[in-house]
């Protein structure tokens, strides 16, 4: 399950106390995809296309929620999410770069989507964003 976070927030592989992060992320990764009939086999697809297109949006939009990056009316909080990341990040040079994507990241809060307090659109959106950066985040 913690692999589907890789895909959705990179950040989490490389950047944290691995079995801290892992067991943290566990419960919100099998939450979310119980949530959204989201399968392990489609978890692990959608890990070896290295793209999170394959995988419901809402899952996306569920795990951002739950990490504090969506709100609850489907939209961005970069602020709540670094706060709540912070708890998994110790070393200031990689939370730094994860706050540098985050913030680059942050213009997806102006984007027009039709699903509202969903947040799947948004949530798909900032999935997207954060892959695009993730030769900044890995050290």
Known sequence: YFQ????????ALKVANGETLRESLRPVIVACSKE??????????AKEAGSPASIKPCFIACVF????FLDDQGQIDIETGLKNLRQFVKDDE???????VS????FVKDKV???????????????GCFLDHKTRIII
């Open 113 to 127: 989507v039709s699903d509202g307090a969903a947040g799947c659109e948004k949530g798909a959106l900032l999935a």
């Open 36 to 45: 959204h009939g989201v399968t392990d086999e489609e978890i692990q697809a």
């Open 4 to 11: 589907i976070f890789k895909i959705y927030l990179l950040i």
């Open 94 to 100: 990689q939370y730094k770069k994860l706050e540098e």
């Open 103 to 106: 913030k680059l990241c942050s």
């Open 65 to 68: 929620k739950k990490a504090g």
